[in-house]
């Protein structure tokens, strides 16, 4: 599976970003695919992640209600849609395609990565 993340970018705080990656390759059904984020110095830490078939989703509990993940399965695209975005949400944001979970070891693909800067 490849993964292409896009749509960082720069926002000043309380602002609004959507992210997007699309996958190509071979998606199984059982797949789930997962946003992730790493500030500068900091571990990779879980977004939210959603089921390719079915839809589930879970969210990180200290993101929930700001951050939304969703899915086009038509295209093969996930979306992380992300509101009144703070100075410490500032980070690379990674794509991820494998098992449903919340760990980094529980996806086995990786997008490149989209920069999300937000200014005070």
């Known amino acids: 599976v490849q993964l292409q993340a896009s749509g960082g970018g720069l926002v000043q705080a309380g602002g609004s970003l959507k992210l997007s990656c699309a996958a190509s390759?071979?998606?199984?059904?059982?797949?789930?695919m997962g946003w992730f984020r790493q500030a500068p110095g900091k571990e990779r830490e879980f977004v939210a992640a959603?089921?390719?078939?079915?839809?589930?989703?879970v969210h990180a509990s200290s993101l929930k209600g700001r951050f939304t993940i969703s899915r086009d399965s038509a295209k093969n695209t996930v979306y992380l849609q992300m509101n009144s975005l703070k100075p410490e949400d500032t980070a690379v944001y990674y794509c991820?395609?494998?098992?449903?979970?919340?760990?980094?070891?529980?996806?086995?693909?990786w997008g490149q990565g989209t920069l999300v800067t937000v200014s005070s």
């Open positions: 390759g071979r998606l199984f059904s059982n797949y789930a």
């Open positions: 991820a395609a494998g098992g449903y979970g919340t760990k980094v070891t529980d996806f086995g693909s």
């Open positions: 959603i089921s390719w078939i079915g839809g589930r989703t």
